[in-house]
């Protein structure tokens, strides 16, 4: 069993810069791609970025293209989001997700493991 633990939300003004991290139990974090995903009040919930096995391959969409960057560190288990230039619209509560098929990231569903998510607050 996997088992995601996002931290790292929380109150930003707009402009500035947070840092979420996704924990991850077990021995075999390597072998599963990862990703983020965000759902805003009244809406459904969207991808954000992935990142593969190893990390030498990310995905972004196109709102956060630019502003977030995603990474991991496999001896720590952890993958994290890099936010930057964060937005009013980027207010959302967001999700960890795994999987060892990237493409179920890509395409959002069909996804094996998900975080309880954590909130991202941006006031302008």
């Known amino acids: 069993q996997v088992q995601l633990v996002e931290s790292g939300g929380g109150l930003v003004q707009a402009g500035g810069s947070l840092r979420l991290s996704c924990g991850v139990s077990g021995r075999t974090f390597s072998s599963y791609a990862m990703g983020w995903f965000r759902q805003a009040p009244g809406k459904e919930r969207e991808f954000v970025a992935d990142i593969s096995w190893t990390g030498g391959s990310t995905y972004y969409a196109d709102s956060v293209k630019g502003r977030f960057t995603i990474s991991r560190d496999n001896d720590k288990n952890t993958v994290y989001l890099q936010m930057n230039s964060l937005k009013p619209e980027d207010t959302a509560v967001y999700y960890c997700?795994?999987?060892?098929?990237?493409?179920?990231?890509?395409?959002?569903?069909?996804?094996?493991?998900w975080g309880k998510g954590t909130l991202v607050t941006v006031s302008s």
């Open positions: 997700a795994a999987d060892k098929a990237l493409i179920a990231l890509r395409k959002g569903y069909g996804i094996n493991y």
